[in-house]
Nanobody, 117 residues
């Protein structure tokens, strides 16, 4: 059974940085991972895509985080990362890791990121 676990969230002042990590277990064949992505959900809002990295290595970002956030991965370790720089108050949310594997979506429990203004 695939399980994801995020880490690295916390409280940071505006302008600061955080690095989120996502560790996967039970994945099996690494090649079956189609995409690794980060989503976030603020209170009262829907869960939105923040960044994703596709199997071939191409990346996509939400407009609101372009130039500030960077998604990366270590395929061998089955890890995904999200480097977040120049954090803003509006980045405050629960951040979720998502892996798409053989047509199925897997989610971590989320990690809270709080940016104080």
């Amino acid at each position: 059974q695939v399980q994801l676990a995020e880490s690295g969230g916390g409280l940071v002042q505006a302008g600061g940085s955080l690095r989120l990590s996502c560790a996967a277990s039970g994945v099996g064949i690494i090649f079956n991972i189609n995409t690794m992505a980060w989503y976030r959900q603020a209170p009262g809002k829907q869960r939105d895509l923040v960044a994703q990295i596709i199997r071939g290595g191409s990346t996509n970002y939400a407009d609101s985080v372009k130039g500030r956030f960077t998604i990366s991965r270590d395929i061998a370790k089955k890890m995904a990362y999200l480097q977040m720089n120049d954090l803003k108050f509006e980045d405050t949310a629960v951040y979720y890791c998502n892996f798409a594997i053989l047509g199925n979506d897997y989610w971590g429990p989320g990690t809270q990121v709080t940016v104080s203004s």
